[in-house]
């Protein structure tokens, strides 16, 4: 039932601040309800969800008509690859972008958005050959690059982990990007402060949250029957 493994992932989220004494509130929790109907997202956000994120335009922007915020509004995150040719169908339309990975894309969305987009940059950190991002090294001059685009804020790096990595690997490679992040929001770049980490999955999300995550993207945990 979604409310109970919202109560699960909630209880792990606390646990897993007190472990690394974070704070609760600095970790927010994006569902993502991708694999879920109408129905399943209006019920988490019933629950108390108040970020939403996806990954398929269309879909998108059907569950954006057909759902209602609650108490409190509610953020759509779009977190998966974005063609270039659908940056204008949906780049207005969401809170934060999460796939930055290209100057290309970039320049779509410099020339579409109607206001400042929040975005993160996508890091490949495995370097997976089936991942889209760009490379850790590659980080600091791809966002030097971006200072021109003075529609994007560059708010944050995110990154997916490979399903099969051990807990040992996963600690290293969310602790990279941790590192990373650090790195880019020490120069206090006006159109990149890079404060949040976008990591942790429904897989791995303790470890991120361990290793600073302020953004998990979960899914399957919140919405399994
Ligand atoms: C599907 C997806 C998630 C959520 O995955 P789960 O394993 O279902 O929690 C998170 N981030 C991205 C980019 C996704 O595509």
């Not at 979604?2 to 974070?22: F, K, M, T, Y």
């Not at 994007?152 to 990279?176: K, N, S, Y």
Request: proline letters at 2%; one cysteine or more.
């Amino acid at each position: 039932m979604i409310s109970e493994n919202l109560r699960q992932v909630e209880q792990e989220i606390q646990d897993s601040c007190a472990l690394a004494s974070r704070q609760r509130n600095s970790v927010q929790l994006i569902a993502v309800t991708k694999a879920s109907d109408a129905r399943a997202t209006q019920a988490i956000i019933d629950a108390g969800i108040t970020h939403c994120g996806e990954n398929r335009v269309d879909a998108f922007l059907a569950k954006k008509a057909s759902v209602e915020a609650r108490e409190q509004p509610l953020s759509w995150h779009f977190i998966g690859n974005l063609q270039r040719r659908k940056v204008k169908q949906v780049i207005n339309e969401i809170d934060y972008f999460h796939a930055l990975d290209s100057l290309r894309l970039a320049a779509e969305i410099q020339k579409r958005a109607e206001h400042t987009i929040a975005c993160f940059v996508e890091v490949n950190v495995a370097k997976e050959a089936s991942k889209q991002g760009i490379s850790l090294e590659e980080v600091p001059d791809f966002i030097a690059q971006l200072a021109v685009y003075d529609r994007i804020q560059i708010v944050g790096l995110m990154m997916m982990a490979p399903i099969d990595a051990t807990v040992e690997q996963l600690h290293e490679l969310f602790h990279q990007l941790k590192q990373m992040q650090e790195q880019i929001a020490a120069q206090e770049l006006s159109y990149a402060p890079c404060v949040e980490l976008s990591m942790g999955m429904s897989n791995d999300y303790p470890i991120a949250i361990e290793e600073g995550a302020t953004f998990i993207r979960v899914g399957t945990a919140l919405f399994k029957a």
